[in-house]
T-cell receptor, first 115, second 111 residues
Framework: GAGVSQSPSNKVTEKGKDVELRCDPI?????LYWYRQSLGQGLEFLIY????????KSGLPSDRFSAERTGGSVSTLTIQRTQQEDSAVYLC?????????????FGPGTRLTVL | AQTVTQSQPEMSVQEAETVTLSCTYD???????LFWYKQPPSRQMILVIR????KQQNATENRFSVNFQKAAKSFSLKISDSQLGDAAMYFC????????WGAGTKLIIKP
């Protein structure tokens, strides 16, 4: 079956503009995660969804960042008034459930460049 | 809170040889899962191997195996017969409702 997909694969924007990043998880996966990865760095947790609810938003770096998930499927990460420090790869992952043994399946990421 | 530490930012190994990547973690839980993920330059994150803390036997997947030391909270990854395609960032992760990630180790394979 299809894996996790993300769009766009690359996004170049000007400082101050808003951007939307999309994630399509694997069908039936109830848990969805957003991460940010700066060049050569590890994964920074941003937010996760269980169904359409986001029990943990603790990783969102500022109120310019928001995310939603509809229909227990597609998720959108929105960054308002982008700043240069927002430049990074944004990774989405989905998981069948919240059990510890469930692996996360990752999308290919969106590379965001803020000029 | 759980933490995961990878103390080797970069490792290199000659093709066909064996390399071990280190990972330590901290938790007060008794049963949990640990994962190793690989991220090649394509940036697609791929699961390499997983280990349940409840099981004493070390997990093995072809050329990849782990040395799981529960008391020491250590979870190292051994790659045997290294191949050029193994070159990637390797991340160790502890699993609860989310994954707690280490900072990663960049593995370089020398031909």
């Amino acid at each position: 079956g299809a894996g996790v997909s993300q769009s766009p694969s690359n996004k170049v924007t000007e400082k101050g503009k808003d951007v939307e990043l999309r994630c399509d998880p694997i069908s039936g996966h109830t848990a969805l995660y957003w991460y940010r990865q700066s060049l050569g760095q590890g994964l920074e947790f941003l937010i996760y969804f269980q169904g359409n609810s986001a029990p943990d938003k603790s990783g969102l770096p500022s109120d310019r960042f928001s995310a939603e998930r509809t229909g227990g499927s597609v998720s959108t990460l929105t960054i308002q008034r982008t700043q240069q420090e927002d430049s990074a790869v944004y990774l989405c992952a989905s998981r069948e459930g919240l059990f510890s043994y469930n692996e996360q399946f990752f999308g290919p990421g969106t590379r965001l460049t803020v000029l | 809170a759980q933490t995961v530490t990878q103390s080797q930012p970069e490792m290199s190994v000659q093709e066909a040889e064996t390399v071990t990547l280190s990972c330590t973690y901290d938790t007060s839980e008794s049963d949990y899962y640990l994962f190793w993920y690989k991220q090649p330059p394509s940036r697609q994150m791929i699961l390499v191997i997983r280990q349940e803390a409840y099981k004493q036997q070390n997990a093995t997947e072809n050329r990849f195996s782990v040395n799981f030391q529960k008391a020491a909270k250590s979870f190292s990854l051994k790659i045997s017969d290294s191949q050029l395609g193994d070159a990637a960032m390797y991340f160790c992760a502890y699993s609860n409702y989310q994954l707690i990630w280490g900072a990663g180790t960049k593995l370089i394979i020398k031909p």
